[in-house]
């Protein structure tokens, strides 16, 4: 939980729109569960951070705020070992409904998107029909959209589908050593056959085929979250993965993982660490400061200045990126 917030403490647009209490107004008492309580926490807390800190010795409780993120999901209740990447898709979706500009639910759209729209308009329907239900400052800044591709090898029938998402979880290559991020990538978007079993429906053959599957990244977020899967279901019982995957602090480009959006670089401004084995570990976090740039490592209670050279390590669980030049948007 520590790791995690100190990353979001330090994600620049969304410190700023807690800390100026520009959410206030955005409050949902109708449709959010938690009717607000959930948001308020989270505010008290970054202000308690940010706003006291003149004072270089001082330790928070995160006591109150825990109390609100276990009331909106039971599982994180106690103090048992829990995901981070878990915790934070639950912590975000949990702000998000506690401010969702939505406030009353509009009758679903029951019929799929017209197949015979272009693969960008079927997109922009897709985002639409998401942000009827789903809308906010939170949408606005972490959620992009994924492009998913089923192609029959039989009558080349291409099945295009859009779907959002939070983070992106990335497959590692690589049992040991050191890869690039970008290897992770080109195998999240590597095209994968399915066949025998795994043969799907052909929409237009009507029937099961040998088909092709690959992902590309339709809409890029504003803040990126990728998720390096260091715990695999097929590793389960072989251990974590201690791969180092190296990554650019700056000016990651990611325009070859794009659907045919402009190029788009982003820069590294947290990390979330995980370090120890599946079943006992400590989480640490790596967070470059919103406004003078500097490095930080937040180890629970002890923080300290850290030369930029060092984020990079075989302990990277969680990156959080930064479109180039966002900040000032």
Not at 120 to 136: G, I, Y
Not at 301 to 322: K, P
Request: charged share 25%.
């Amino acid at each position: 939980m520590n790791s995690v917030l100190q990353c979001l403490s330090n994600t620049r647009a969304l410190h700023d729109y807690i800390l100026r209490e520009e959410y206030t107004a955005d409050i949902n008492t109708t449709t959010s569960a938690m009717k607000g309580a959930l948001i308020k926490a989270f505010g008290a807390l970054m202000c308690d951070l940010w706003k006291r800190s003149d004072e270089p010795d001082r330790v928070l409780t995160t006591a109150p705020f825990k109390s609100q993120i276990q009331r909106f999901a039971p599982r994180f209740m106690g103090y048992q070992q829990q995901d981070a990447q878990e915790f934070l898709r639950y912590l975000l979706e949990g702000l998000h409904e506690d401010v969702n500009r939505v406030t009353s639910r509009p009758k679903p759209i029951t019929t799929d998107i017209d197949d015979s729209l272009s693969a960008s308009q079927k997109s922009m329907e897709a985002w639409k029909r998401f942000l009827r239900l789903e809308n906010s400052k939170f949408v606005d800044l972490f959620v992009g959209q994924l492009k998913s591709t089923l192609r029959c090898t039989v009558c080349g029938h291409a099945s295009v589908t859009f779907d959002p998402f939070w983070d992106l979880s990335l497959p590692i290559p690589s049992r040991s050593g050191q890869v690039r991020l970008q290897a992770c990538f080109d195998l999240f978007t590597k095209e994968e056959v399915l066949d025998g079993d795994e043969k799907p429906t052909c929409s237009k053959c009507q029937k099961r085929q040998k088909c092709t599957k690959s992902f590309s990244i339709q809409k890029f977020p504003r803040i990126l979250v990728v998720h390096l899967k260091r715990f695999s279901p097929q590793e389960r019982f072989r251990g974590k993965l201690n791969t180092t995957v190296d990554f650019s602090v700056n000016g990651l480009d990611l325009s070859p993982y794009s659907a045919g959006q402009a190029p788009c670089r982003y820069n590294l401004y947290g990390v979330a660490n995980h370090s120890g084995t599946l079943f006992s570990g400590h989480y640490t976090a790596y967070c470059r400061h919103p406004y003078t740039a500097e490095w930080y490592e937040y180890n629970d209670s002890r923080v300290h200045v850290m030369n930029q050279r060092n984020v990079n390590s075989g302990e990277a669980y969680v990156l959080f990126f930064e479109l180039a030049g966002s900040t000032h948007v």
